[in-house]
């Protein structure tokens, strides 16, 4: 295998031309169901268009989505295998286009989920690609990206911290704050202690609003206490964790759920009226139990879907926690070549946070 960035010829055509590719590593999937498909290779160097920077990649995070995908869960639409995984990355700008007006060579950035959804509302064609799925990602050494579709990192954060936004953060934000609107008088109720949740708590907490955490560990819900979780329930202990909810809200029900888990019936019988659930996975699987929604449009509750965010949104987070001297919650750090075993220890459900990888 050439090492990373040497220069390998290559001849072009009968001219005798010679030119030569900048060679990089890069991890791309190469078929579902099976860990032995994700791979570690040597691939060219992404090239810059005008509009575009060049970034190299210092550290990424992983996302449940990386895993499911990994494990066949979703498909491939639009892309075709093999593919760069993993969607949330931190870095330096090497390389700029000759259009490129935001950035310069050595500022600090981080991708956006979606490189054309720069502002504004949600639009299909906004969000028709995705890094890591319908696009390849950012588990490689240096990625290409329009200006627009990058985050400038304050210097408070670490790239390993700076990689932890993009996806889970993003969507927290979006939902409590872009949203929600969140009051200090409103109460959310978060399920579980992945990536999500956990910046949920910390966003809940930031604007003085109550919040209700879940987990099958004491040990997790100890540290959701101290980061400020008003309330825990252990879903082992009280499987009907909606009627918990209800009863240390003295029956009121919460304002908001973040719906991570599959678990929507129980998240609207937890929900106020007038309420709202944000939409955003289901990290347990499918659940056999159909939510009953004939209440909903009586007690003008709203179920919102939530498709992660803008690169607006990604700015105005890492300017908030920045501000309010704010750190994401990282779980564990993993080395470039530990990718697989990132993978796998987000598959075993033991995080609390967000996992990364080191890249650079």
């Given at each position: 295998m050439q090492s990373p960035n040497q220069q390998m010829p290559v001849v072009a055509g009968s001219t005798g031309l010679t030119l030569t590719s900048i060679l990089m590593k890069a991890y791309k999937l190469h078929g579902p169901k099976s860990l032995e498909n994700f791979k570690l290779g040597t691939y060219d160097e992404p090239a810059v268009r005008d509009h575009e920077v060049k970034i190299q990649v210092k550290a990424v995070s992983l996302n449940f989505r990386d895993w499911a995908l990994a494990n066949g869960w979703f498909g491939y639409p639009g892309e075709k295998l093999p593919f760069i995984p993993?969607?949330?990355?931190?870095?330096?700008?090497t390389e700029v286009g000759a259009s490129v007006t935001r950035f310069r060579v050595?500022?600090?950035?981080?991708?956006?989920?979606?490189?054309?959804?720069?502002d504004g509302a949600f639009t299909a064609a906004k969000t028709a690609r995705?890094?890591?799925?319908?696009?390849?990602?950012?588990?490689?050494?240096?990625?290409?990206?329009?200006?627009?579709?990058?985050a400038k990192v304050p210097d408070s954060f670490s790239f390993e911290e700076a990689a932890a936004f993009p996806c889970a953060g993003?969507?927290?934000?979006?939902?409590?704050?872009?949203?929600?609107?969140?009051?200090?008088?409103?109460?959310?109720?978060?399920?579980?202690?992945?990536?999500?949740?956990?910046?949920?708590?910390?966003?809940?907490?930031?604007?003085?609003?109550?919040?209700?955490?879940?987990?099958?560990?004491d040990e997790k819900l100890a540290?959701?206490?101290?980061?400020?979780?008003?309330?825990?329930?252990?879903y082992k202990e009280a499987p009907n964790w909606d009627e918990k909810a209800r009863e240390l809200t003295q029956d009121e029900g919460v304002?908001?759920?973040?719906?991570?888990?599959?678990?929507?019936?129980?998240?609207?019988?937890?929900?106020?009226?007038?309420?709202?659930?944000?939409?955003?996975?289901?990290?347990?699987?499918?659940?056999?139990?159909?939510?009953?929604?004939?209440?909903?449009?009586?007690?003008?509750?709203?179920?919102?879907?939530?498709?992660?965010?803008?690169?607006?949104?990604?700015?105005?987070m890492l300017q908030a926690f920045d501000r309010n001297q704010l750190k994401p919650v990282i779980s564990k750090t993993f080395g470039f070549d530990q990718a697989k075993e990132a993978l796998s220890y987000m598959g075993s459900g033991s995080h609390f946070g967000k996992i990364v990888v080191q890249v650079g």
């Open positions: 993993f969607s949330d990355a931190a870095g330096i700008i050595g500022d600090r950035v981080a991708a956006n989920f979606f490189p054309d959804w720069h995705s890094l890591g799925g319908s696009t390849d990602g950012v588990l490689a050494e240096y990625v290409s990206f329009p200006e627009q579709a990058v993003v969507t927290a934000w979006h939902s409590l704050v872009v949203q929600a609107q969140l009051k200090p008088t409103d109460t959310v109720l978060l399920q579980g202690t992945g990536g999500v949740s956990i910046f949920g708590l910390q966003i809940a907490k930031l604007m003085g609003a109550r919040a209700i955490i879940t987990s099958s560990s540290q959701a206490r101290d980061m400020g979780a008003d309330v825990l329930i252990n304002d908001y759920v973040l719906e991570v888990a599959g678990q929507m019936a129980r998240s609207i019988k937890a929900l106020k009226p007038g309420g709202s659930i944000f939409q955003i996975g289901a990290v347990g699987g499918p659940n056999d139990e159909a939510p009953n929604l004939s209440m909903v449009p009586i007690n003008t509750q709203r179920l919102q879907g939530i498709y992660v965010g803008s690169t607006r949104m990604l700015t105005d």
